[in-house]
């Protein structure tokens, strides 16, 4: 795993805009079999920029879900992350099928990057069925609950 | 003597750890979880072993399966970087116990700090000032709590660190949803969901000292500012901490030392203080018994690589740095590039970088682990990457940050760019000595493009 052209350290690379600071090139690469570095002048100062072999490998972040094709309303999630259908482990579920919500209430928590964020209804309607399992990693997008209408 | 280090974190911190373990001529071993296995990190450390599946709780804050890793690995220690088990007592004594060291501090230390509450008490013990509040078991007890103590108040979660697990509350009607979610955050982040109360203070500052003890002196490394922050986490830290009279200062760092000596505290620390922003009294917060993601802004301006400190102090060496050795110069500020979209409550902006090209010349760092295409997965924290610049003045270091920001460019995920451009155009940053409300006072708009 060991990268014995790695790392170039931030002091090579002030050393490197430095060398450019005397001259009238406007940017300077370093490509290597590992990893390329772009060191360019920009207005008042310099930018690196740095691009790794490995990073082109397939990510492991869930993607966004494919925008579904849903007839009715729907409660979709606004980011990727862990659903979670209470407060706390057992305490009770927000909301469960049949509730009456409006587009302030409540629904469910997606925690992601350690942050535990609200997830709003959005519509005003009732609660038909969700869709998603407690605790279960959701995509951005992703429906978890299907709701009908306040008229329906 | 440490041989092989094994670095128990991910991201930017642990690069640097490697970066410092590597010139001191270690061979770093990086314990990283099956989500970073292609990380900046990985790439970067001579050996990687995978620790468990990408979910903090199975990987970074699995004490069996980091300790047994790195003893498989034949590291002599480990060193935790910050958040995770950085401040687990559990942690460290499981370390001890395999036979290797922990680069932190003593148990006892831990224990005595990485409790808000116990840390509470032993400022007191060690003559520190410290803020109205207390603590509760339950929801009945906050209440209680709550009406000693007086509104508005803060929640703060008892194991906690970084903002999490940390609301505002305002009146009584808010208290009980406020105290749900604190305890759900609490327990996903530290796995403990204790919560106490505490006077929230308006016009406070934050400000925090550095300190480094070897177990028998202790010396501090100067202040540092960290007012800007929403929802309690840090965004921009400057050092040293601006505008505070020498002698309020001097005061300051004195009552930090006072701790760490109290503690006969090794390794490197942070005492915290709320500062009153008009009369400078202050008051003690919490001691954080780790390297802080701040740590660069002091060693831009005392010139003492921190991580090289904790290595050496780890290997069982005095401090070779005396108090009268410490002459800090000019000023430094770093802000935190998240990827979170800042225009949508902060909202956590996961994804691939497609391209990532960070600002560099004279007085720029960058601590980033995210190249073009790197990836921020959605387990862990925000944090991609740390804009340090240093000059002589702060005014200098005011434009230098703004300049800087201009040429950093983030493409793929959200960042909070624009929200530090904003910072470095307000006046009452420009000016200095704000307090921790300025970013209700913050004109969102920004630098006009």
Known sequence: ?152 | MIRRLFIANRGEIALRVIRTAKAMGMVTVLGASEADARSLPALSADEVVIIGPAPSSHSYLNIAAVVSAAKAARADAIHPGYGFLSENAAFAAAIAEAGMVFVGPALDSLHAMGDKLMARTVGIAAGLPVVPGGETADKAAARAQAERTGYPLLLKAVSGGGGRGMKRVDAPDQLDAQIDMAMAEAQAAFGDPRVYVERYIARGRHVEVQVLGDGHTAIHLGTRDCSIQRRFQKLVEEAPAPLIPADARATIEHAAVRLAQHLRYKGAGTVEFLVDAETFEFYFLEMNARIQVEHPVTEAITGVDLIEQQLLIASGARLSLRQTDVDPRGHAIEVRINAEDWRADFRPSPGQVMRAAWPAGPGVRIDSHIASGGEVPPYYDSLIGKLIVTAATRAEAVTLLANALDRLTIEGVDTTRDLHRAIAADARFVAGGVDTRFFEGLDFRGPVA
């Open chain 1, 1 to 152: 795993m060991s990268a014995p052209d790695l790392p170039l350290t931030p002091e090579d690379v002030a050393e490197i805009a430095a060398i450019l600071d005397g001259t009238a090139y406007e940017r300077l690469d370093v490509t290597t079999a590992r990893f390329r570095l772009r060191v360019a002048r920009d207005g008042h100062g310099y930018t690196q920029e740095w691009t790794f072999a490995d990073d082109s490998a397939p990510g492991v972040i869930a993607p966004e879900a494919a925008a579904e094709a849903e007839t009715g309303p729907v409660i979709r999630a606004p980011l990727p992350g862990t659903f979670y259908r209470a407060p706390a482990p057992g305490a009770p579920p927000f909301v469960e099928a049949g509730a009456q919500v409006t587009p302030e209430t409540v629904v469910g928590i997606i925690e992601t990057m350690k942050l535990m964020n609200p997830v709003y209804a959005g519509i005003a309607g009732t609660i038909d069925a969700i869709v998603v399992d407690n605790a279960t990693m959701v995509a951005k997008n992703a429906v978890l609950m299907r709701l009908s209408g306040p008229g329906a």
